[in-house]
């Protein structure tokens, strides 16, 4: 059974910095895209970050030079390194998984909290 397992969240000030960590569990992690999303209270889930098995990464216009993505391949976990914190960053963080195949994500962790305060 693959799982998805977050942890790093907080509060953090304005200006601060967090790392997230999602540990895989199963044969998810081997081959696959892994990402982070977000949603905050009363918006819609969105992309943050995504890295490749080869460690290509992507990010959201909305992070990018703030965030970054990294995963440990021989220990199964993908990090999300998040400096500058904005109040806007508010949200809970989705740790994600997808085949090379498949258009959308295919497994999804339980989420953990990020509070930045002002």
């Known amino acids: 059974q693959v799982q998805l397992v977050e942890s790093g969240g907080g509060v953090v000030q304005a200006g601060g910095s967090l790392i997230l960590s999602c540990a895989a569990s199963?044969?998810?992690?081997?081959?696959?895209?892994m990402g982070w999303n977000r949603q905050a209270p009363g918006k819609q889930r969105e992309l943050v970050a995504t890295i490749t098995r080869g460690g290509s990464t992507r990010y959201a216009d909305s992070v990018k030079g703030r965030f970054t993505i990294s995963r440990d391949n021989a220990k199964n976990t993908v990090y999300l390194q998040m400096n500058t914190l904005k109040p806007e960053d508010t949200a809970v963080y989705y740790c994600?998984?997808?085949?090379?195949?498949?258009?959308?994500?295919?497994?999804w962790g339980q989420g953990t909290q990020v509070t930045v305060s002002s």
């Open positions: 994600a998984a997808k085949y090379p195949s498949s258009s959308s994500w295919d497994y």
């Open positions: 199963g044969s998810i992690f081997s081959s696959n895209v």
